[in-house]
């Protein structure tokens, strides 16, 4: 046994700290939160407010319709974090927009092997004043995208990044449950996977399966993970045989 670092650490800066850890303080993630093998501390952006109101945003210049975050409250809690990291503060600081890249697996892994936490920034209504983005993004700030649809805030965007990493972490998952069966992992969608009964409304589990002979499952399940991957996911599938041509 190592001796006991900092565990992962995930700070996020929201206008709704209610919604953490919400789903992630059940299941795999939240039993890894009570064992301390990871972190969470939200971060209310309207403690930054100035006024007497605690107000963060108002009304965008040019017109339409929407609220945009004010820079310089969103700049005083982006501000306050950074302090609290110290000198030796190296986590990645990521601001959840549909305009970021497009999280993936590579990524997240990434972040959650390479790195000891994150910090987050949860947009909400139109976004916040571009020029605390341009500021954060001169020191590294990242923009990350969950996916091609819009969310109304970046919180649920939080947790699904979260959750992505978590599930890597060291001790989260057991290690019969981890490496084996990961094929997405190595880039390819599942290979299909049953339970008893072995007849279920007339549907047989293959045979292959009950055969007891494990490299005949493991070429068979392989098989599988590539043909459902070309028929769904031909653009995962060029990406495979990419890197399976670099690795010969
Ligand atoms: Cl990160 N935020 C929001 N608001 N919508 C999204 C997203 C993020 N990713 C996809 N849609």
Known sequence: MTRASKPWSATVLTLFPEMFPGPLGHSLSGKALEEGLWSLDPVQ?????????????????????GMVLRPNVVDAALEQVKLREGSEGNRPLLYLTPRGKPLDQAM????????????LLCGRYEGIDHRVMEHWEEQGMEEVSIGDYVLS?????????????IRLLPGVIGKEESLANESFELGLLEYPQYTR????????VPEVLLSGDHQKIAAWRQKEAERITQIRRPDLWVRYLEQMGRKQ
Do not use: M
Not at 109 to 115: F, G, K, M
Not at 160 to 165: E, G, I, M, P
């Open 45 to 65: 952006i309207r403690d930054f407010a100035t006024d007497k109101h605690r107000s963060v945003d108002d009304t965008c210049f040019g017109g339409g319709a």
């Open 197 to 204: 009964p072995q007849v279920w409304k007339n549907k047989i």
């Open 108 to 119: 997240v892994r990434r972040y959650a092997l390479e790195s000891p936490g994150v910090i």
């Open 153 to 165: 805030g970046g919180e649920i965007a939080a947790l699904t990044l979260l959750d992505a990493c």
